[in-house]
């Protein structure tokens, strides 16, 4: 059996006490990866934080250095496309309350998910994070990852995702969790499937739902992982470093304790350390013969030496003609 991966990458910066910098959180990290596909003639999917884009576009006539980071991300983005890489919508819907003071950017994570949103609210994000890469690279915007895995529940969403035909979504990971703060999600409940069509809920299987769900890859992890990921994180080598200079928003306590002391799904992933399972991740997954997509998940900001070399002897070793994008999922008979 034959089977497509399909790496794709959430395009952001950080959401914390310090958002990082363009070059460092997005542009300079997305080139290194982009080097190492172009050896292999391997493609990814950008998963592009559009909420960002608004805000630029919206700010940068007042501020230069805004203006400057306008030109540079959508140089990038455009340049992605051209090459064949595949560009599809990021929603992180806080950017509509976070602010600019003339020097650094100041999150509010207060309304972290688009539920926190009136659906009238809802139907306007959505019509404007996509016009703002329609405008870029054209009409090519079918496929969603919610900010934080966050699409539950997913009835106040359905209507504004539906009427801009945002019909492709690729967030649920198999038996993934988490309650904090800002963020909300379940997915224990998901079909152990490759992919399915659903309608009201993501997780609910329906035959001629409007929508399609391509889950991100997932693998079980011990909490013995988790204590070498703080060890790494706080005394690794410089190749553990992330390219990322900003600071995520915090988890909770309580899942942050789940992961150090129980078995943990995560979604398969090229960021820093975890980029260690990939390939015994990807062993597993060949043996379960109801799959068909192998979906791994990054960011720009969390990779590191160590898992780019990891992504690469990855490649290397797996049929490099299997790597493909969301977009041609698209073109694989998968439209409604």
Same mark, same amino acid.
């Given at each position: 059996?034959?089977?497509?991966?399909?790496?794709?990458?959430?395009?952001?910066?950080?959401?914390?006490?310090?958002?990082?910098? #363009?070059?460092?959180?997005?542009?300079?990290?997305?080139?290194? =990866?982009?080097?190492?596909?172009?050896?292999?003639?391997?493609?990814?999917?950008?998963?592009?934080?559009?909420?960002?884009?608004?805000?630029?576009?919206?700010?940068?006539?007042?501020?230069?250095?805004?203006?400057?980071?306008?030109?540079?991300?959508?140089?990038?983005?455009?340049?992605?496309?051209?090459?064949?890489?595949?560009?599809?919508?990021?929603?992180?819907?806080?950017?509509?309350?976070?602010?600019?003071?003339?020097?650094?950017? @100041?999150?509010?994570? %207060?309304?972290?998910?688009?539920?926190?949103?009136?659906?009238?609210?809802?139907?306007?994000?959505?019509?404007?994070?996509?016009?703002? =890469?329609?405008? #870029?690279?054209?009409?090519?915007?079918?496929?969603?990852?919610?900010?934080?895995?966050?699409?539950?529940?997913?009835?106040?969403?359905?209507?504004?995702?539906?009427?801009?035909?945002?019909?492709?979504?690729?967030?649920?990971?198999?038996?993934?969790?988490?309650?904090?703060?800002?963020?909300?999600?379940?997915?224990?409940?998901?079909?152990?499937?490759?992919?399915?069509?659903?309608?009201?809920?993501?997780?609910?299987?329906?035959?001629?739902?409007?929508?399609?769900?391509?889950?991100?890859?997932?693998?079980?992890?011990?909490?013995?992982?988790?204590?070498?990921?703080?060890?790494?994180?706080?005394?690794?080598?410089?190749?553990?470093?992330?390219?990322?200079?900003?600071?995520?928003?915090?988890?909770?306590? %309580?899942?942050?304790?789940?992961?150090?002391?129980?078995?943990?799904?995560?979604?398969?992933?090229?960021?820093?350390?975890?980029?260690?399972?990939?390939?015994?991740?990807?062993?597993?997954?060949?043996?379960?013969?109801?799959?068909?997509?192998? @979906?791994?998940?990054?960011?720009? %900001?969390?990779?590191?030496?160590?898992? #780019?070399? %990891?992504?690469?002897?990855?490649?290397?070793?797996?049929?490099?003609?299997?790597?493909?994008?969301?977009?041609? =999922?698209?073109?694989?008979?998968?439209?409604?």
């Amino acid at each position: 059996m034959s089977n497509n991966i399909l790496i794709t990458l959430d395009y952001e910066l950080f959401f914390g006490s310090k958002v990082g910098t #363009l070059n460092n959180c997005i542009l300079n990290p997305t080139t290194a =990866l982009i080097n190492i596909l172009d050896k292999y003639n391997a493609k990814a999917t950008f998963f592009v934080d559009s909420g960002y884009l608004v805000k630029l576009e919206e700010l940068k006539e007042t501020y230069p250095l805004l203006e400057k980071e306008y030109q540079d991300i959508t140089t990038q983005i455009k340049e992605l496309d051209q090459n064949g890489h595949n560009i599809q919508l990021h929603i992180h819907p806080h950017w509509e309350d976070s602010t600019y003071d003339g020097a650094n950017w @100041i999150m509010n994570t %207060k309304r972290y998910r688009l539920h926190e949103f009136s659906e009238q609210k809802i139907d306007d994000i959505v019509f404007r994070y996509k016009k703002v =890469l329609t405008n #870029l690279v054209g009409d090519k915007i079918f496929a969603h990852r919610a900010g934080g895995w966050c699409m539950q529940p997913f009835d106040k969403l359905k209507n504004a995702f539906k009427k801009h035909n945002i019909w492709l979504d690729s967030t649920v990971f198999e038996n993934g969790m988490n309650h904090s703060e800002t963020h909300y999600f379940d997915f224990r409940n998901s079909p152990k499937k490759a992919k399915w069509s659903f309608e009201n809920d993501p997780l609910i299987e329906e035959k001629n739902g409007f929508f399609q769900e391509f889950p991100i890859s997932a693998y079980k992890l011990s909490p013995l992982f988790f204590w070498k990921l703080v060890f790494f994180k706080k005394l690794g080598s410089k190749e553990h470093n992330t390219f990322g200079d900003g600071t995520a928003a915090g988890g909770s306590k %309580k899942d942050k304790l789940r992961m150090l002391t129980s078995f943990t799904n995560s979604v398969v992933s090229i960021d820093g350390y975890k980029s260690s399972f990939l390939q015994d991740a990807y062993n597993s997954f060949r043996k379960r013969d109801d799959r068909d997509n192998f @979906i791994v998940i990054g960011h720009p %900001k969390a990779m590191s030496e160590y898992s #780019l070399k %990891k992504l690469e002897k990855f490649i290397k070793k797996n049929n490099s003609s299997n790597f493909i994008t969301v977009g041609e =999922l698209n073109n694989e008979s998968y439209t409604n």
